[in-house]
């Protein structure tokens, strides 16, 4: 039975993303959940007790999704730990290679609440907020380490350099669906890892 209830719950996460990417989350209505899973408004009621409560099961989800691509992209790279430049580029290409070949544009959760906050109770903004700072704290490490090694060629924050990399993530998703492109999202993360790569200037033998 706990089982079956899993899985009831899986498929009401799975298809309300799918809805709230299409029609954003105040254009969503539990009706139009229930008709897309066939499942009753009662057991509908049973996983989520409100539709808020929905919403940050939605968010830890999509966030854990996220935070899993980053501990991957990181794992994936360790061999590059002696060469911090070449780790940084090497980071930016796994999300190049993952985003590659992709048959639809992808969607972003974050996006799709933060266009609509006043939907929301704090605590689902503020998950939003603390992955955001996860990035910022990762990749900033990673930049960090390459400044030991390299000087830039123009005057850079780190924390803003940074962030720079989710905002082309997040912008890259955006136009992606605007044109309906799925090849999008690798393009502009390619222009990203090429101007990291100019942006130091090569050590002295």
Request: proline share 3%; glycine share 4%.
């Amino acid at each position: 039975m706990a089982r079956d209830g899993k899985l009831t719950r899986d498929k009401i996460l799975l298809e309300s993303k799918a809805l709230i990417f299409e029609h954003g989350f105040s254009g969503t209505s539990i009706d139009q959940i229930l008709e897309k899973t066939g499942i009753t408004k009662g057991a509908f009621f049973y996983h989520f007790k409100t539709k808020n409560a929905l919403a940050m099961a939605l968010i830890e989800e999509f966030a854990k999704a996220d935070m899993d691509k980053l501990d991957k992209a990181l794992e994936n790279t360790e061999s590059f730990k002696g060469n911090a430049l070449n780790r940084l580029l090497h980071f930016i290409q796994e999300f190049i290679d993952a985003e590659k070949g992709q048959n639809e544009p992808p969607g972003c959760l974050y996006a799709s609440y933060l266009y609509e906050p006043q939907q929301f109770e704090p605590e689902v903004l503020d998950h939003i907020a603390e992955t955001m700072l996860m990035w910022r704290n990762v990749i900033g490490k990673l930049i960090r380490e390459v400044l030991k090694d390299h000087k830039t060629k123009y005057p850079t924050d780190v924390d803003s350099l940074a962030d720079h990399v989710t905002v082309v993530f997040e912008g890259a998703f955006i136009v992606s669906r605007a044109l309906n492109d799925p090849d999008i999202t690798a393009k502009h993360l390619h222009h990203l890892k090429n101007y990291l790569e100019l942006l130091f200037e090569q050590s002295e033998s």
